[in-house]
């Protein structure tokens, strides 16, 4: 089986540089990659990048702390629509979900879904700072709200994608919703092991070395 179209091309690093981001594109579309994964900031460039290719934009909401305001979070989202951004991965208010309020977490899902429109919508709950309890309940609200996929990590807290981890969401969210692994996935066993869990994407920046 091919695993390609499993990857988000990511780089998200702080001093990511212009050029970087263009060598991504460039092995995104030698590789034929789902997508390159960017901050918002790079969208613009990106997106002229992959002109012609049928590699999507994906970039990151709220990254990496989701302690945004909901409202800015959202003019995030349709600013980084209206430049060419087709996928998007928001990171959930983690502190509002441990303290109990799991609708504040569904109803900012839910408006940035409504942003979306028919674009991915992915939800990264950040399993690594989780109870199992809050990881369901996570994923539970991102369900509710219409989002697309849920998301284990942003890869710049305390630990990344574990096989656990992707069961519990896929057993939670069934298979109507999608599952990204993403923190941690070097090598092609890592890969194998998160798709056998349960995993539909994978977020990495090994992607090319994995394939």
Known sequence: MKYNKFIDHTLLKQDAMPEQIMRLCEEAKAFDFMSVCVNPAYVPLAHECLKGSDVKVCTVIGFPLGMN????????????????????DMVINVGMLKAGHDDYVEEEISLLKQACGKKVLKVIIETCLLTDDEKVR????????????????TGFSTGGATVHDVALMRQTVGLEMGVKASGGVKTHEDLLAMVEAGASRIGTSNGCKII
């Open 138 to 153: 996570a994923c539970l609200a991102s369900k509710k709200a219409g989002a697309d996929y849920v998301k284990t990590s």
């Open 69 to 88: 305001l909901t409202k800015t979070k959202l003019q995030e989202t349709e600013l980084a629509l209206k430049e060419g951004a087709e996928e998007i």
